[in-house]
């Protein structure tokens, strides 16, 4: 079955870095684009980031242009999310998604809390 595990989380101070990765099984992962959402308490899921399944197009939420960049490993069925330059509103659980046949696949997110 289609399994997303996501990794890297945690605390950060403003103007730090993370980088998040999500390792996937249960399907071909280089046919596949990938996504990044980020969550909130009390809203709702947000795009962040999305891949086509070979890398070469990136797509980016303005909120984080030119901070975040995502990127994939075929060869280790994974995505990265590297977060630079970080801000306080970057705090929410951090999610990959895949869409198959039809149907969407969660992890089941990694927390980053920016704070000083």
């Known amino acids: 079955q289609v399994q997303l595990v996501e990794s890297g989380g945690g605390s950060v101070q403003p103007g730090g870095s993370l980088r998040l990765s999500c390792t996937a099984s249960g399907f071909i992962f280089s046919w596949y684009g990938m996504t990044w959402y980020r969550q909130v308490p009390g809203k709702e899921r947000e795009l962040v980031a999305g891949i086509s399944s070979a890398g070469s197009n990136k797509n980016y939420a303005d909120s984080v242009k030119g901070r975040f960049t995502i990127s994939r490993d075929n060869a280790k069925n994974t995505v990265y999310l590297e977060m630079n330059s970080l801000k306080a509103e970057d705090t929410a659980v951090y999610y990959c998604?895949?869409?198959?046949?039809?149907?969407?696949?969660w992890g089941q997110g990694t927390q980053v809390t920016v704070s000083s």
């Open positions: 998604k895949v869409s198959r046949a039809g149907t969407s696949y």
